[in-house]
């Protein structure tokens, strides 16, 4: 079974491996900065998520801090990818 299904795929894989042989690095690597650009620009418009009120502490509101809110750290992955892509082509 395993045999027939790879037969019947192998000509598929070698037409995308054909097309996409033709795509330059460089294009690669604007699509993928511009699609963790994309990314980013929705997480930023996301609500804030991060710390909440702690019945610990008496149900105060401990402080938006830059740090604590999620949507920061996500986007600071999402750059972070983008740098290593860029650096090492």
Same mark, same amino acid.
């Given at each position: 079974?395993?045999?027939?299904?790879?037969?019947?795929?192998?000509?598929?894989?070698?037409?995308?491996?054909?097309?996409?042989?033709?795509? /330059?690095?460089? #294009?690669?690597?604007?699509?993928?900065?511009?699609?963790?650009?994309? %990314?980013?620009? =929705?997480? @930023?418009? !996301?609500?804030?998520?991060?710390?909440?009120?702690? /019945?610990?502490? #008496?149900?105060?509101?401990?402080?938006?801090?830059?740090?604590?809110? %999620?949507?920061? =750290?996500? @986007?600071? !992955?999402?750059?972070?990818?983008?740098?290593?892509?860029?650096?090492?082509?």
């Amino acid at each position: 079974m395993k045999e027939a299904l790879a037969e019947l795929l192998k000509p598929v894989a070698g037409h995308l491996a054909d097309f996409f042989s033709v795509i /330059p690095l460089w #294009g690669v690597q604007v699509i993928f900065v511009l699609m963790m650009a994309g %990314l980013g620009a =929705w997480i @930023v418009s !996301l609500r804030h998520e991060g710390r909440q009120k702690s /019945p610990r502490h #008496g149900g105060e509101d401990p402080g938006f801090a830059l740090v604590h809110d %999620l949507r920061f =750290w996500a @986007v600071m !992955l999402l750059g972070m990818q983008c740098v290593l892509v860029l650096v090492f082509r």
